[in-house]
């Protein structure tokens, strides 16, 4: 008697049904990842002219939203369907998954960029994240049936970090509601949230999908338990990087110096057998896929040597300082080891399509990733040592991030080039999953909570703010009255009728490197609010304050406060010393005389 799983096409008649499920599935995936780029490429248009209508926040929360959870989600999940998923009762019920997930997408994708965090939005965030739940545990379930080997516990700890990551977002809630938005919780848990997708969910993804198509090929990685267990713990370490950025602790700095140094032994043992699996002779691949899986480890080896050197305490500050660097580091995972390593092995298992189009696509695509990530990491140095902008940065990153839509457009085209009728031809028929159904329209059938989602909804910024945190040796702010001259040890600045051309150069160097990826130098709000008119709305001590002090500022000070109410991102400490704060504000009278035509209005 067999005891070989059926596929699901042997259960239905007829040579010419079709891959509905996978080519749906992926036709979907690209388009959210297109709808990303666009979203992104807007972001990127904020810094050369205006967008009517829409909030640089909300660009910025779909950009990321659909990033996640539209095309990474669905691509990394399509992969565990088509692999593990292979009986026609699964195949129904990942229909029925497929359907809620593009209603959840299609529902964030068009409030979003409207409300941000709103009713709405939160209601189809909401059944996303139930449906991962439940998406989570039949996959699980799927898993098991597979035989026991490093790359399905690889693929079964992604999903727990996913899950474990979910927690962050939960505790949002009832953090708002008891202690407080400004509470450093708060922070923790988005901080939570986004180091375990990272870090967790879609590296271990990378390398189970990796260790999973070389075992299809007869070739098996094996990691002893302790190495395993070696990265997992890395991973938790590694967190305390994330919290440094919003609440700076003296344990946090050699806690994510050993998660990173245990982190980097890991990637060693993974990295090693798997090149030399992929790639025997370390050489250039003659394929042009192969090339595009070449380019996914070489992102997911980059990825390990910036790990690598945030063992160094100061080299991990300037990695929070500078947000370039932290932009560049999520292209980086989700660009570059994500969609071109995985996207490859989709390509090689002809789950996505690999005509002459899609090769142009990929290509496409490929240059926009490695121009814009050029731009961001040299900028990035550039803002480091002091050395101010490149010529036109801005217009030169918004031109090749065009590359990135423009690509995927051609990449969407192509995969609905060929009907649902056609069957994909892969290069190497070694996949386990031919899902085949009938060319039928798709069924619908969400059933959703309204319960959890009004719940999410003040976790998510519904409902009041309002909590009962009390920062330390601070009364409560509703009655405190603000000092107009901040916290901290400036009391007294003397400052001349004009400009000092000197301290304004120096401090435009210093806002240049630490300043200007948050806030723009007109009166418009990127993350932070702009610094057009900031001397003749803040006392120049207050200023000066903010910035040597920021940690008790947010703490105590009512107006820095109710700043960090309204933008929801706490500043970090740069520790910028009070003679470079000095140039600072300088800079900034310079500025308001320029842009607001008047300074020093709040002396």
């Known amino acids: 008697m067999s005891t070989q799983r059926p596929h699901i096409e042997a259960n239905l008649p007829g040579v010419n049904s079709t891959q509905y499920l996978v080519k749906s599935w992926m036709r979907w995936a690209l388009f959210f990842f297109f709808a990303a780029s666009v979203f992104g490429l807007m972001m990127r248009y904020y810094f050369l002219g205006e967008i009517p209508f829409f909030a640089y926040k909300n660009l910025l929360h779909t950009h990321s939203h659909i990033a996640l ?94 899950l474990l990551s979910t927690l962050g977002l939960l505790a949002i809630g009832p953090v708002s509601v008891l202690l407080g938005r400004n509470h450093p919780l708060y922070f923790m848990s988005v901080q939570w949230f986004l180091h375990l997708q990272l870090s967790g969910w879609f590296t271990y993804a990378v390398f189970g999908v990796l260790m999973h198509y070389l075992e299809e090929k007869g070739k098996t990685i094996h990691l002893s338990k302790t190495q395993e267990w070696t990265l997992h713990l890395s991973v938790l370490l590694t967190y305390a990087l994330s919290v440094s950025w919003s609440t700076p602790m003296p344990f946090l700095s050699p806690t994510n110096s050993l998660g990173v140094v245990m982190q980097s032994l890991a990637y060693f043992w993974i990295l090693r057998p798997l090149i030399s699996a992929l790639f025997p002779g370390l050489g250039f691949p003659s394929h042009w896929v192969d090339r595009l899986m070449y380019l996914g480890v070489l992102s997911l080896i980059a990825k390990a040597l910036v790990m690598a050197l945030l063992a160094v305490p100061s080299v991990a500050h300037i990695s929070i300082t500078i947000r370039l660097f932290v932009i560049g580091f999520i292209h980086l995972v989700m660009l570059g080891t994500v969609s071109l390593g995985i996207g490859a092995v989709m390509v090689r298992k002809g789950w996505l399509p690999i005509d ?93 909570s309204i319960g959890i989602a009004a719940f999410l909804w003040t976790s998510c910024g519904g409902g009041s703010n309002q909590g009962t945190y009390t920062p330390p040796s601070a009364a409560p702010a509703a009655e405190k009255v603000a000092d107009p001259k901040g916290i901290g040890e400036i009391k007294s600045v003397e400052i001349g009728e004009g400009i000092d051309e000197a301290l304004a150069n120096k401090g435009k160097a210093i806002v240049d490197m630490k300043c200007t990826a948050c ?48 933008c929801l991102t706490r500043m970090p400490n740069q520790n910028i010393s009070v003679g470079d704060a000095r140039d600072i504000l300088e800079f900034f009278r310079k500025n308001d005389l320029e842009k607001a035509g008047s300074k020093d209005g709040a002396l």
């Open 69 to 162: 959870l539209g095309w990474g989600y669905m691509l990394i999940m399509g992969y565990y369907v088509f692999s593990f998923g292979s009986d026609q009762k699964r195949a129904g019920l990942y229909k029925k998954m497929l359907t809620i997930n593009v209603v959840a997408g299609l529902g964030m994708l068009a409030s979003f960029p409207i409300q941000g965090y709103g009713a709405v939005s939160i209601f189809f965030s909401t059944i996303q994240l139930l449906s991962s739940y439940y998406f989570s545990v039949q996959i699980l379930r799927d898993l098991k049936k597979a035989p026991s080997s490093t790359a399905v516990r690889m693929i079964q700890f992604s999903i727990y970090w996913m």
């Open 356 to 448: 002459k189009l899609s090769k142009k696509g990929w290509t496409l695509l490929i240059w926009a990733f490695v121009l814009t990530e050029t731009l961001l990491f040299i900028q990035g140095l550039l803002l480091w040592i002091e050395a101010g902008y490149l010529p036109q940065y801005h217009l030169i990153v918004f031109s090749a991030s065009v590359l990135f839509p423009f690509s995927l457009a051609v990449l969407l085209y192509a995969a609905f080039r060929s009907p649902l009728g056609e069957t994909i031809t892969p290069i190497q028929s070694k996949s386990n999953f031919n899902i085949q159904t009938k060319n039928q329209s798709m069924k619908s059938s969400v059933i959703l």
């Open 519 to 566: 806030h723009q130098l007109n009166d418009k709000r990127l993350v932070g609010p702009g610094f057009q008119g900031v001397t003749n709305r803040r006392k120049p001590e207050w200023i000066m304050n903010m910035i040597t002090n920021v940690d008790v500022m947010l703490d105590q000070d009512p107006t820095a406060q109710a700043l960090l109410e309204e």
